[in-house]
């Protein structure tokens, strides 16, 4: 079964550092999603990608962030200068008509800033 | 402030017995409803999704949708060890919306 692949698995950094993280959404889908998750508490929409632009953020997605689809196939999510409260999970999610029908998770990028 | 409210749990129920989980949700306009199952660490994997008032079924799982009260439910039948997780319930507020609204999860644990 196709998947949401996402690199690294775990990635640590220093505050006030930049950082990308990466997800390759299964081929055929349209719609593109990162969510985060701070430990314990539940998961958080960023941002919706689709037809190459930001279809929707909220208030947690500020200047600090940034999305890009670079290549057709890969799906970037960067945090400009990180900051202690960024720790968390990330999630990549692809879907091939949106919300309305099933979302694809990736397995997740574990973000810890020092 | 579209709001998605679950009790956090623990749910505890014995191997083979039914799992009952509620959600509640504050925009009376949303439009479809999913349950994602979270093991520890792990991506939430979806398990049903509804959209029209009534029962849905799947295997084990009967999702259920009342509009009218703002409520959504999953059952769990015979329930398995393997069922211990915790379930998110996930709201699209509505049709031109793209961002699914998650509820905190209720951590299920089925005892052997």
């Known amino acids: 079964e196709p998947e949401v692949t996402q690199t690294p698995s775990h990635q640590v950094t220093q505050m006030g550092q930049e950082v990308i993280l990466r997800c390759v959404p299964i081929?055929?889908?349209?719609?593109f999603y990162w969510y985060r998750q701070i430990l314990g508490q539940k998961v958080e929409f960023l941002v919706s990608?689709?037809?190459?632009?930001?279809?929707?953020k909220s208030e947690i997605f500020d200047d600090q962030f940034s999305v890009e689809r670079p290549d057709g196939s890969n799906f970037t999510l960067k945090i400009r200068s990180t900051k202690l409260e960024d720790s968390a999970m990330y999630f990549c999610a692809s879907g091939p008509r949106g919300t309305n029908e099933k979302l694809f998770f990736g397995s997740g990028t574990q973000l810890s800033v020092l | 402030q579209k709001e998605v409210e679950q009790n956090s749990g623990p749910l505890s129920v014995p191997e083979g017995a039914i799992a009952s989980l509620n959600c509640t949700y504050s925009?009376?306009?949303?439009?479809?409803f999913f349950w994602y199952r979270q093991y520890s660490g792990k991506s939430p994997e979806l398990i049903m999704f509804?959209?029209?008032?009534g029962d849905k079924e799947d295997g084990r799982f009967t999702a259920q949708l009342n509009k009218a009260s703002q409520y959504v439910s999953l059952l769990i039948r015979d329930s398995q060890p393997s069922d211990s997780a915790t379930y998110l319930c996930a709201v699209n507020p509505n049709q031109a919306g793209t961002a699914l609204i998650f509820g905190k999860g209720t951590t299920l644990s089925v005892s052997s």
């Open positions: 990608f689709y037809n190459n632009e930001i279809s929707e």
């Open positions: 925009d009376r306009g949303s439009q479809s």
């Open positions: 081929s055929n889908h349209l719609y």
């Open positions: 509804i959209y029209s008032n």
